[in-house]
């Protein structure tokens, strides 16, 4: 049984960084694509960055691009989101997903086959 667990939310003043991880057990993790979504109040879940197996591609939500940064660690089956210049529009659930797809579009929720629970990012101004 494949698990997600991330970690690393909090409280952060607007200009401030948040280094996320998620630690996956229980699957081939060099073998997923991995993702991050989030989801603020009253809005639907929506796509932050993706990376594929070897790391070798990336893909940014527009918003974020040139602020967060998306790597992995094979070795420690771990995949990071970095967030620099965070903003107050950036407070939401954040969710690691992972995908037994090699980089299909990888956009999309329903192209990922496995989730974590989240953790909570707010972004104060």
């Known amino acids: 049984q494949v698990q997600l667990v991330e970690s690393g939310g909090g409280l952060v003043q607007a200009g401030g960084s948040l280094r996320l991880s998620c630690a996956v057990s229980g699957g081939t993790f060099s073998s997923f694509t991995m993702g991050w979504f989030r989801q603020a109040p009253g809005k639907e879940r929506e796509f932050v960055a993706a990376?594929?197996?070897?790391?070798?591609?990336?893909d940014y939500e527009d918003s974020v691009k040139g602020r967060f940064t998306i790597s992995r660690d094979n070795a420690k089956n771990t995949v990071y989101l970095q967030m620099n210049s965070l903003k107050p529009e950036d407070t939401a659930v954040y969710t690691c997903a992972a995908d037994s797809a090699n980089w299909v579009n990888v956009r999309s929720v329903r192209a990922f086959d496995y989730w974590g629970q989240g953790t909570q990012v707010t972004v104060s101004s």
């Open positions: 990376i594929r197996r070897n790391g070798g591609i990336t």
